[in-house]
């Protein structure tokens, strides 16, 4: 819940959680029934969509459920539902036809054909394949319906798969990234063993990081989003699943910035590389641009190692009197330490590290306790729900 708020406050026009049934991220990440309700009083307070993802493949057993499913997610209100199987998609339009259908990734849509056919089911948005070009996208465009609303995801993790449609883990784990149990593995360091050699293991690519040869780059579509709007995209989907709220508020607020900046005219190189610089303030892996220009020949696995150029030391919880703020700490920081202020109103407003106090207004030269409340002096213009980060390495 609070990722989707700071995606909401740092601008997304509308978030996607998973819920209680066939989402693909497993565990703890899924909503209850209750708070999707809440999450979706939330965003529609403020003018915003909810969209809750049944995307896994479902079994028989599961397939069943599915129309109580739908209508429920329709009765508490959901904006939309992201599905990737055919039957679940006949089964929630025919239980709830009230609920927009978005078809998923997972669902392997790259040719305008499939994108027809998802629309004459009653799907309304296609989530596109992202395996498809720039070109292949603005063909698909310009031989579907108009209504058809078509999404593409332009920044976060890639899989070592066909649209996320993965069986790596499944075969290492037992734990199936198709039915929300991925493990990651494509992540995970590797050598080689020849046959007549067992138990004698060759590094393929060794350095501090380790061996990834199957993890791939990120995705980071912020310089060319204007050439992805041409091809007749309407929807930027952003990859922040199981993310900090920390690093959804960066991501939002950078692309957010960066989509009206084209919609209004006035976005420059100067300021896209501020906001390609504000990206790297986030932890993230090797940058990539997927394939939109073609297949991705060129670019080697990623090593696995992620970076930041900050470290996120707190959120205002309270502006409080006298030209102060109450922080609760995430990482320590220091009197003196230069602090950046990520808020939705302001870029560049940052302010050095001063009078901080614990909640016995004792005065400290450090605040160290995660979680612990602390209160410091700040300049008008930080308020409560900004992120506080340190840089801890220059652009």
Avoid at 26 to 49: E, I, N, P, V, Y
Avoid at 311 to 340: C, K, Q, S
Wanted: hydrophobic residues 40%; negative net charge.
């Amino acid at each position: 819940m609070e990722s989707l708020r700071a995606a909401l406050r740092f601008g997304a026009d509308a978030v996607y959680v998973g819920g209680p049934k066939l989402q693909l991220r497993a565990g703890s990440a899924g909503f209850s029934m209750d708070d999707l309700a809440q999450a979706a009083r939330t965003a529609h307070a403020l003018g915003r969509k909810l969209y809750v993802t049944v995307n896994a493949f479902p079994t028989n057993g599961e397939i069943d459920q599915l129309g109580d499913y739908a209508q429920a997610l329709y009765d508490l209100g959901a904006d939309g539902a992201i599905v990737a199987d055919l039957g679940a998609i006949a089964a929630m339009r025919k239980a709830a036809p009230e609920l927009p259908i978005h078809v998923s990734t997972q669902a392997n849509c790259v040719n305008h054909a499939a994108a027809r056919a998802y629309f004459d089911m009653g799907a309304t948005r296609v989530v596109l394949g992202r395996e498809m070009t720039l070109d292949e996208i603005a063909e698909l465009r310009a031989k579907t319906p108009p209504a058809l609303e078509l999404e593409a995801f332009v920044h976060g993790a890639m899989c070592m798969a066909y649209s996320g449609r993965c069986m790596i883990s499944a075969y290492l784990t037992g734990r199936s990234a198709n039915r929300g149990g991925c493990a990651q593995s494509c992540r995970w360091s590797y050598a080689l063993m020849e046959e007549k050699r067992p138990g004698e293991y060759f590094p393929v690519e060794e350095d501090a990081g380790g061996t990834t040869i199957l993890s791939s780059c990120d995705l980071n579509c912020l310089d060319f989003l204007d050439r992805i709007i041409d091809a007749g995209v309407t929807s930027f989907k952003l990859e922040g699943r199981m993310k900090s709220p920390y690093y959804v508020a960066t991501v939002t607020s950078a692309y957010r910035r960066r989509i009206d900046g084209i919609l209004d005219g006035t976005a420059t190189p100067e300021s896209v590389a501020r906001l390609q610089g504000e990206l790297n303030a986030a932890s993230h892996r090797a940058y990539a641009s997927g394939f939109y220009f073609g297949e991705m020949k060129n670019h080697a696995p990623d090593k696995g190692v992620y970076t930041q150029d900050c470290v996120f030391v707190g959120t205002v919880a309270e502006r409080l009197n006298g030209g102060r703020i109450r922080v609760e700490l995430r990482n320590r920081f220091r009197a003196g330490d230069v602090i950046e202020v990520l808020s939705p109103n302001r870029l560049g407003l940052s302010f050095p590290a001063a009078n901080i106090t614990d909640g016995e207004s004792a005065p400290l030269d450090e605040a160290t306790v995660p979680m612990a409340l602390y209160d410091m002096d700040a300049p008008e213009g930080v308020e409560a729900g900004d992120f506080l980060r340190v840089r801890v390495k220059s652009d």
